[in-house]
């Protein structure tokens, strides 16, 4: 059995992690803000700034769970066997890039009240903008600094992996293809006494989900440049129809990716602990290639609700989502099983505990995220607390774990582990009553992205769940703040 | 309210499912068994498990196929509803005439209506919005999107009652004030 053990990340890593739990932490008040207001609470936000957090909350969240993926992925490369190193200055120039970002939306969305929400659904930045005008301009070249930042990490990380292990090697296909074609392309057959002739996952994971990443990437700054130009010269005019699937070939791909970034790590990490290999072969190869391109159609399932765009899309989006079964089950599902299957758990360690976990809670979310990919139900489900329920299930309790496992093999510490684990427990008891009455509120058809619900004919049952989401979410962060204690004690050892 | 509560189950089903297996799973993970043994009871369980995915997929898109909300209908609608979305509010004109209104109660007629949603005029006066209709029991009958030079399609059976259309696309600041309340009266010819 093979697998290989990591030193410990380094000091601009955790500069990194530390950037995005600070930034993580301010955005879940921010939503638990935006709970409380829209639970009639008298210290609620005003219709402006609920809009305006909304904007810094939808950008933000996203933004930097994808940046941490990222960053995670350049700390394990490093520590493969053929190493894979992004230069220093590639990361420092980002992480400053990163900043400038994170100040200049704050100041966009807080003092500028910047608010059309993440995705700018053109053209809501020009139309009737109740915002300042220097905050357009700045909101957009925020956004731009994060794409730049985005961009020169996945390109200089999937160059150097394309350097180092060549086209054929790093995504796998000397598993796939046959001997014919495999040496026709350059490949070379798998020896099995020979590591330079094999993937090691980490390498196939990552290329899949920079390839993706970088095509999102390119797809948002498109998007922004497009906007921008209308900025320049507001006579000009585009299709909103158009307008409308790059955003969402850019949205869906990026936060899709990103978490399958996560889920790399989880693979890459996870066998140390289990000390059980987790490794490339056919159907993990066949899985992950998959993976590459589903991501990328899946997405006009967000655009369902527009009977005038080409019914192909529609159908696309539908078998594309519901294809995101095989490689997610039968593949991912099953290898995380393997990583405890039968392993005589006498103690769970924090890591296998926060991956386990995450898995669980990617297919908890995956569930009602399959029913709201499916137009007959869309129909009843789009745009209503149903989405942000099952958004919240992955990205809290899935990507964010996937994060957590990894964070904590960087930097924690045996000495806190209990405590740590404690933590965990209570981020998932908050989070799932924070997601459950995001469900409810789904099924009874409450709209999302309402700053008051005293116009809608359910604003009863809305305005009490949104006050159980304002409980949920204080008690998640009231574990993530104790988790984030233990690992400044774990530093004090 | 049909469809969300069928959606419900359905996820719940899911829910039920994965917990049997986490209960499984975590049940399993104290035990210890020989490494190919371990793997022969995981792996034997993928084919089955991929083929009850594919029946599961074949059979969703069978039940969802005549029930796609963007079909064509071959069949005349009894009165057409054109929906203009604004900012921030509604317009709605019955066989091209303005609806009645009793008060801001906007009345519309009874039977099979066909929906023609959009937004005017264009993307530099108006931004999208999205036309939630819910019935009677606050459930959502029909919802469409409104984009500013294009016109969605969408046909519903309304039975007389009172109903409310919100705004289902978010259009700025007033989005959440974007409602108007209907009543619909009459019967279906």
Not at chain 1, 216 to 226: E, H, P, Q, Y
Not at chain 2, 67 to 81: E, K
């Amino acid at each position: 059995m093979t697998f290989i053990t990591y030193p410990r990340a380094g000091r601009p890593s955790r500069a990194w992690f530390a950037l995005g739990a600070a930034v993580f932490v301010v955005l879940v008040f921010l939503g638990i803000a935006m709970s409380l207001t829209q639970s009639g609470s008298s210290f609620g936000l005003s219709a402006q700034n609920f809009y305006a957090s909304m904007t810094l909350h939808g950008i933000g969240m996203p933004g930097t769970l994808f940046t941490i993926s990222i960053i995670e992925l350049v700390v394990l490369v490093r520590l493969l066997p053929e190493r894979v190193e992004v230069p220093p200055w590639i990361t420092g120039v980002s992480f400053w890039l990163a900043v400038f970002g994170v100040v200049g939306l704050v100041a966009a969305t807080f003092i500028g009240k910047f608010a059309p929400g993440w995705y700018m659904l053109y053209p809501l930045v020009f139309v009737n903008a109740t915002w300042e005008s220097w905050a357009t301009g700045l909101g957009l070249g925020s956004v731009l600094a994060f794409g730049v930042a985005w961009l020169l990490l996945q390109g200089a990380l999937l160059w150097r992996i394309f350097r180092t292990y060549g086209l054929v090697r790093m995504f796998a296909w000397q598993y796939i293809l046959p001997l014919r074609v495999l040496r026709r392309i350059g490949g070379r057959p798998i020896i099995e006494s020979d590591p330079t002739t094999k993937t090691p996952f980490l390498v196939l994971g990552a290329s899949v989900c920079l390839v993706d990443g970088i095509i999102a990437t390119l797809f948002g700054a498109w998007f922004l440049a497009l906007n921008l130009a209308q900025c320049y010269d507001p006579s000009l005019a585009f299709d909103p129809l158009m307008m409308k699937n790059i955003v969402f070939i850019f949205g869906h791909t990026f936060v899709n990716i990103g978490m399958y970034m996560a889920v790399v790590g989880y693979y890459a990490i996870s066998p140390i602990y289990s000390g059980r290999a987790w490794e490339t072969n056919i159907s993990v190869a066949i899985a992950w290639n998959a993976v590459l391109v589903i991501v990328l159609v899946a997405y006009p399932h967000h655009v369902y609700m527009d009977f005038v765009q080409p019914h192909v899309f529609h159908y696309l989006g539908m078998a594309a989502s519901y294809a995101t079964m095989f490689p997610l089950l039968v593949v991912t599902m099953i290898g995380g099983i393997k990583q405890v299957y039968y392993a005589g758990m006498r103690r769970w360690r924090f890591v296998p505990m926060a991956f386990s976990w995450g898995l669980v809670w990617w297919i908890i979310g995956g569930v009602p995220a399959v029913v709201d990919a499916t137009p007959p139900f869309n129909g009843v489900f789009h745009n209503t607390l149903w989405v942000p329920a099952h958004f919240h299930t992955y990205a809290l309790m899935g990507y964010g774990f996937f994060l957590l496992g990894a964070a904590w093999h960087f930097f924690g510490s045996e000495r806190a582990e209990r405590l740590a684990k404690w933590a965990l427990w209570v981020m998932i008891a908050g989070g799932a009553l924070f997601v459950l009455a995001f469900y409810m509120g789904g099924w009874w058809g409450v709209p999302r992205r309402y700053a008051l619900y005293d116009a809608i004919p359910m604003h009863d049952i809305a305005s009490v769940l949104a006050a159980v989401r304002v409980f949920g979410g204080g008690v998640f962060v009231g574990g993530f703040l104790t988790l984030m204690f233990t690992f400044a004690y774990a530093r004090k050892r | 309210m049909a469809m969300p509560t069928e959606g419900l189950l359905l996820t719940l089903a899911g829910w039920t499912l994965a917990a049997l297996v986490i209960l499984v799973v975590w049940r399993r993970s104290y035990f210890v068994r020989a490494p190919e043994e371990m793997s022969h009871s995981l792996y034997g369980k993928r084919r089955p498990l991929a083929i009850a995915i594919a029946v599961f997929v074949v059979g969703m898109v069978a039940w969802s196929y005549p029930r796609m909300p963007f079909h064509a209908h071959a069949t005349t609608p009894d009165h057409v509803v054109e929906v203009h979305a604004f900012m921030w509010g509604w317009e709605f004109v019955v066989d091209g005439h303005s609806a009645a209104q009793e008060g801001d109660t906007v009345i519309l007629p009874a039977g099979d209506i066909e929906f023609r949603v959009t937004a005017p005029n264009d993307v530099h006066d108006n931004v999208n919005h999205g036309f939630g209709l819910y019935g009677p029991s606050h459930a959502i009958v029909v919802q469409v999107q409104g984009m500013p030079g294009r016109t969605n399609i969408v046909r519903a059976l309304l039975t007389p009652g009172a109903y409310d259309v919100l705004c289902m696309e978010f259009c700025g600041v007033m989005h959440h004030q974007m409602t108007a309340a209907i009543i619909v009266k009459g019967e279906s010819k």
